[in-house]
T-cell receptor
Framework: DTGVSQNPRHKITKRGQNVTFRCDPI?????LYWYRQTLGQGPEFLTY????????KSRLLSDRFSAERPKGSFSTLEIQRTEQGDSAMYLC??????????????FGNGTRLTVT | DQQVKQNSPSLSVQEGRISILNCDYT??????FLWYKKYPAEGPTFLIS?????DKNEDGRFTVFLNKSAKHLSLHIVPSQPGDSAVYFC????????????FGAGTRLTVKP
């Protein structure tokens, strides 16, 4: 168990460029979450996968954001046409429990995105 | 939509004393509550949780208290240690749902030697 792994750790991009982040959850965890955290705030939910199915998306996830988990293992989060307001820490988390919200999330160390 | 609120952005205590971090929530559907601890450049780490069927849960130096009528929970750390210095997030969820977990804005705890 090596924990949740996120790559890259840091990403600096120019406004209008596309970026993609990767998350490798703890193996055998079937639930995977993406959160976004801005300065002075707690993590905000973006989207959730159970295995390969994307079951829920927050209204924070605009059309420029897309997430995939093609084989129910790793996940990618892509942001198209980045804006300065997208600058944040993007956190991935996984959890082993099937279909219930009463288990802790295991977070990765995040990808810090800076849009210039 | 601030369903989970931590009204104290920071707290400073002396080593060996008690640290009390507070959290309020508005959604009466929440029935599972957690505290996470976050060091700089790391993701949040799960610390302790409590189900709404309980009013107290203890794990070593950490105790979480839940007051459902007041929609309030607190985390007590005793005795506080310098290594406890971190940002603490309160979180809440609905246990029967796969829905998202809601987080407070965090409280930065500083434990002075």
């Amino acid at each position: 168990d090596t924990g949740v792994s996120q790559n890259p750790r840091h990403k600096i991009t120019k406004r209008g460029q596309n970026v993609t982040f990767r998350c490798d959850p703890i193996s055998e965890h079937n639930r995977l979450y993406w959160y976004r955290q801005t300065l002075g705030q707690g993590p905000e939910f973006l989207t959730y996968f159970q295995n390969e199915a994307q079951l829920e998306k927050s209204r924070l996830l605009s059309d420029r954001f897309s997430a995939e988990r093609p084989k129910g293992s790793f996940s990618t989060l892509e942001i198209q046409r980045t804006e300065q307001g997208d600058s944040a820490m993007y956190l991935c988390a996984s959890s082993p429990r099937e279909g219930r919200g009463d288990s802790p999330l295991h977070f990765g160390n995040g990808t810090r995105l800076t849009v210039t | 939509d601030q369903q989970v609120k931590q009204n104290s952005p920071s707290l400073s205590v002396q080593e060996g004393r008690i640290s009390i971090l507070n959290c309020d929530y508005t959604n009466s559907m929440f029935d599972y509550f957690l505290w996470y601890k976050k060091y700089p450049a790391e993701g949040p780490t799960f610390l302790i949780s409590i189900s709404s069927i309980k009013d107290k849960n203890e794990d070593g130096r950490f105790t979480v208290f839940l007051n459902k009528s007041a929609k309030h929970l607190s985390l007590h750390i005793v005795p506080s240690q310098p290594g406890d210095s971190a940002v603490y997030f309160c979180a809440a969820s609905v246990s029967i749902s796969t829905n998202d977990m809601r987080f407070g804005a965090g409280t930065r705890l500083t434990v002075k030697p």
